[in-house]
Every structure is written in structure tokens, then in C-alpha cells.
């Protein structure tokens, strides 16, 4: 993740004016491109008309590109009223997700039985289920760069040398151990408020 020089600034800002009223509240920056429509509230305006194209990697905008951090400041640096939206419900990935510490302190978390994927949806549903939709506000013109394929990302994971080292997702896929934790994990997020389920645990998958 690369975080915008303008984070704390815009983040202090906008905590002295909603905590009064709202002291339990979650923010997002601008992100890249996403995989489909739902998540346009939350994407840059440079980045949010743009094509989705998979596998590109020479396209600034693609999912697959790795930007650096002087191409997040010069995008950053037009950017003089910020654009802040409230979100009508909750949508956010893991990275760069802001929380106030009243969340924390109400007890919304991660819950524990989400030990491998899956953490982000999960906090999500938690969050809803213990405080309902408090606000979410993106600051949806400060971007905030989630190199989510970068080459590095699984740099000298064992076993996975001599695979394409741009294709995170096949470099983990390949191991059986991952393909069964993954499953374990999607079912206790589905079983997440469901009495009668007992979480699968890592002692389960290995």
C-alpha cells in the first residue's frame, strides 16, 4: 500500500468535524480500478471510467499495474476542494480502511474464526451487526494506491520458484494447503451468525 502524504492532515480534518455528532464512523480514500460497478464509489475519479482489463500491465489504471509513489503524488497534487462522500451502506477492502477508535472500543472487529481470507467482508459484517450502517465517509479524491499484484507481494514464498512472479494469484493457488484454507475460511464467513456452525480452524485444513 502506498499512503497519500495528505492522509493524516485530510483524516485529522475530518475527525474534529464529525466526531461529536458521529464518534463511530469508518473512511476510505480514492482507490484504483476495481472489478466491477459497485465498487465506483469508491475509486478515483481519474481511475473510475477507465476499462477493467485483467491482465494489462503498462496501463496506469489496470488492475495488474504497479504505480509508483511519485504517480499517486502527482495525481494527489491536482486535487485542491477534497470530494467526501457518505456512503448510503458499508463497502471497503482491507487496505487503507480507516476505523475510529469508537468502533473498536464497541467491539467490532475481526472476528477470530476468519483466520486466513475473507478478514475485510468479515469486519464488514460485524461492524453492521453491532453498530448498523454508521457512516462511511470516502474521501474519494486522495488516492490512496493498493499495488494489489505487485511482483514483490510473494517474493521468495517457498515453493513457489520458477512460477510468473507478476501472477500472485497463481503463485498461491498452486499449493493444496492454500486451495483448502481458502475454502475453510469463505465457509466460516457464510457461517459467520450461524448458531449450529463450528469455525474450521488451520488444525483443520493441515
Same mark, same amino acid.
Given at each position: 500500500m502506498l499512503a497519500p502524504k495528505q492522509m493524516f492532515t485530510v483524516l485529522n480534518s475530518l475527525h474534529q468535524q464529525v466526531h461529536q455528532q458521529t464518534p463511530k464512523y469508518?473512511?476510505?480514500?480514492?482507490?484504483?480500478?476495481?472489478?466491477?460497478?459497485?465498487?465506483?464509489? =469508491?475509486?478515483?475519479?481519474?481511475?473510475?471510467?477507465?476499462?477493467?482489463?485483467?491482465?494489462?500491465?503498462?496501463?496506469?489504471?489496470?488492475?495488474?499495474?504497479?504505480?509508483?509513489?511519485?504517480?499517486?503524488?502527482a495525481i494527489n497534487n491536482e486535487t485542491e476542494d477534497l470530494e467526501v462522500l457518505t456512503l448510503p451502506q458499508h463497502k471497503f477492502n482491507g487496505c487503507g480502511l480507516v476505523i475510529s477508535s469508537e468502533v473498536v472500543k464497541a467491539g467490532a472487529n475481526i472476528p477470530k474464526g476468519m483466520f486466513f481470507v475473507h478478514e475485510d467482508t468479515a469486519m464488514m459484517h460485524m461492524t453492521n451487526k453491532l453498530l448498523g450502517n454508521i457512516p462511511q465517509y470516502v474521501?474519494?479524491?486522495?488516492? =490512496?494506491?493498493?499495488?494489489?499484484?505487485?511482483?514483490?507481494?510473494?517474493?521468495?514464498?517457498?515453493?513457489?520458484?520458477?512460477?510468473?512472479?507478476?501472477?500472485?494469484?497463481? =503463485?498461491r493457488e498452486q499449493h493444496d494447503w492454500?486451495?483448502?484454507?481458502?475454502?475453510? $475460511? $469463505?465457509?466460516?464467513?457464510?457461517?459467520?451468525?450461524?448458531p449450529n456452525y463450528k469455525f474450521k480452524s488451520w488444525k483443520d485444513v493441515l
Open positions: 469508518l473512511a476510505f480514500f480514492g482507490g484504483c480500478k476495481m472489478w466491477d460497478s459497485s465498487w465506483k464509489p =469508491l475509486e478515483h475519479p481519474k481511475f473510475t471510467d477507465k476499462p477493467f482489463i485483467e491482465n494489462d500491465t503498462t496501463n496506469w489504471w489496470s488492475l495488474r499495474y504497479t504505480m509508483s509513489e511519485a504517480e499517486m503524488d474521501i474519494r479524491n486522495i488516492l =490512496l494506491v493498493h499495488n494489489r499484484k505487485h511482483h514483490n507481494k510473494r517474493y521468495k514464498v517457498k515453493g513457489e520458484a520458477g512460477i510468473d512472479p507478476t501472477n500472485t494469484g497463481l =503463485l492454500y486451495k483448502r484454507a481458502y475454502q475453510a $475460511s $469463505s465457509m466460516n464467513l457464510a457461517n459467520l451468525f450461524n
